[in-house]
């Protein structure tokens, strides 16, 4: 009995002692989790006190901010009236020499060989032969060249001999618009290189109207607002468009989007934000033109999405030689009905060796084309591609030889020939002679190179995008006026379609082309030009 009382003593007291403990253990984890939310509230509010700081801070530099813009616009403001009475100046010494007033055109490639040069000469020509009174000026970078050299060239070339002399101002800065001096962010280089060549060209002769003929853009508000010039523009091409921003979206390789960028998801986007953001600046610059003329109704469909002008904004369809090849007889191919009636056919291409033309495809599709004709007569030995072009500068060179590199590759270097820089004449015998014109420019702009196959009496067979697409290998009267091609396969198949045809299936497509070039004769642009020219041409005289 003792004993059990003695149990129950032990075991009460055990119990005494575990309940002290829990007590004592909820006493601790209280204290512990009252700490902890106490830690927290003091973290939240030293965390409010040091937003509450930073915005005071903010905003108390508000003001400074805003005064320091206004001081820095101001002085900007007073540079830019500084250096535009300055040239103001240098402008009216001019004028008290000689009072006839001058248009000045910015073409640094002058001296070239392209549809561009051919719209420069013609619109000198045309300018000079309606306003005599007036000077001309033209901003170059070729050097090596006299005047004279360069005028005879433009004669030999395009057969355009001006009326008048003009004055040749050379740069010396030509190099910063060359795209290789731009590995990255070409487009930026060179917009912003142009602005560093047209200061050059304004402070070297300010005019009183200027003319950018070759898509410097970024020279306009330099002449507008430091030259206080009057100032148009001829766009061949616009610096970015919707299609590249479409390309880069897409993240398809050409050449102006590199594989590697095309491959990453994260760097075709920041291309397609840089693009955007070009594209804006790119609109503000062109939006500084009294006149914009443009040379297809594709370029047209883009400027008026990024200038934003269509009240100054018109198509003025580049002058294509046609006249000269519109007497040459078409008949001659009738005699026979077959593809052997011929010992030769040549399948010409005419444009600058730029990338953009895309010769590589010509010369994979040749190889395709080869490939599908057998030997003998009528077989790929009756076949040739003669490529005629011009070279700008050193990197078109060399891009000839990377081609010549790659007919060796394909094993087709005996049946293509290159001729560059050739004369007109030479130019128009080649053309004469063609079965088959081929162009396979990704949206061209225009295509004088096709306008010009058409009229020789060629078939034309040409890229089915852009100008050729929407202005020139149209339906004339309902009948046909070329062929059309995207690819190496689409494009072999419509020469083997050409060759395929009848000689008197193939004039008839050939007096279609011939008879809807007319509107783009010289004669046309000329009219089309002076009109858009007028309203800055009269306040000149």
């Not at 090596?144 to 070339?157: D, F, K, S, Y």
């Not at 290189?193 to 003929?213: I, K, R």
């Not at 369809?317 to 011929?342: A, K």
Request: proline content about 4%.
């Amino acid at each position: 009995m003792f004993a059990d009382r003695h149990n129950t003593i032990e075991e009460e007291e055990e119990q005494t002692a575990t309940g002290k403990d829990e007590h004592l253990w909820a006493i601790t984890n209280v204290t512990y989790h009252s700490g902890k939310m106490a830690g927290h509230d003091h973290h939240r509010d030293h965390l409010s006190l040091c937003l509450c700081d930073l915005i005071r801070l903010l905003w108390s530099m508000v003001l400074p901010c805003v005064y320091l813009s206004l001081v820095l616009a101001l002085l900007l403001f007073l540079l830019v009236m500084g250096v535009r009475i300055w040239l103001q100046r240098s402008r009216k010494a001019r004028l008290a020499q000689n009072s006839s007033p001058t248009v000045a055109f910015f073409h640094p490639y002058c001296n070239a060989g392209g549809g561009g040069e051919r719209v420069l000469w013609c619109a000198l020509r045309a300018l000079q032969n309606r306003y005599p009174n007036v000077s001309f000026v033209v901003y170059t970078g070729d050097h090596g060249v006299t005047g004279e050299q360069i005028l005879e060239g433009a004669q030999q070339r395009f057969n355009v001999r001006l009326p008048h002399p003009v004055t040749f101002i050379f740069l010396k800065n030509r190099l910063l618009v060359e795209a290789s001096s731009y590995p990255h962010f070409t487009l930026l280089g060179q917009s912003m290189g142009s602005m560093f060549l047209g200061w050059e060209a304004l402070t070297a002769f300010v005019p009183d109207l200027y003319m950018d003929s070759m898509g410097y853009a970024f020279t306009l508000p330099i002449f507008r607002y430091l030259g206080g010039c009057r100032v148009g523009s001829y766009v061949h091409y616009p610096t970015v468009s919707t299609d590249m921003l479409s390309v880069v979206r897409e993240r398809n390789p050409r050449f102006n989007n590199a594989d590697y960028i095309s491959a990453n998801p994260l760097l075709s986007m920041a291309k397609v934000m840089y693009y955007c953001a070009f594209a804006l600046i790119y609109g503000l610059a062109g939006s500084c033109s009294d006149v914009v003329m443009v040379n297809s109704t594709w370029t047209l469909g883009h400027i008026l999405a990024l200038w934003r002008a269509p009240s100054r904004t018109g198509v003025v369809y580049p002058p294509c030689d046609v006249r000269s090849f519109l007497n040459i007889p078409l008949e001659d191919e009738v005699e026979g009905e077959g593809l052997d009636d011929r010992k030769c056919h040549s399948i010409v291409s005419v444009g600058q060796f730029r990338p953009e033309k895309d010769h590589r495809l010509q010369i994979r599709a040749f190889r395709k084309l080869l490939d599908r004709k057998g030997v003998g007569p009528g077989g790929r030995d009756s076949l040739r591609l003669v490529l005629i072009g011009g070279c700008r500068n050193q990197e078109d060179d060399d891009r000839v030889l990377m081609l010549r590199g790659l007919c060796q590759e394909l094993g087709v270097t005996e049946r293509v020939e290159f001729k560059l820089n050739v004369p007109f004449d030479e130019l128009k015998r080649e053309l004469v002679d063609a079965t088959i014109g081929l162009h396979t420019m990704w949206n061209e702009h225009f295509g004088i190179g096709v306008v010009e196959c058409m009229a020789a009496g060629t078939v034309i067979l040409a890229h089915k995008s852009g100008g050729p697409k929407l202005d020139i290998v149209v339906p004339y009267e309902g009948g046909q006026t070329g062929f059309l091609a995207d690819s190496e396969d689409s494009y072999a198949t419509a020469m083997e379609t050409i060759l395929a045809l009848s000689p008197s299936a193939r004039l008839e497509i050939r007096r279609n082309a011939r008879r809807s070039v007319d509107r783009f004769s010289d004669q046309e642009f000329d009219a089309s030009f002076l009109s858009s020219m007028e309203s800055l041409m009269g306040k000149l005289e």
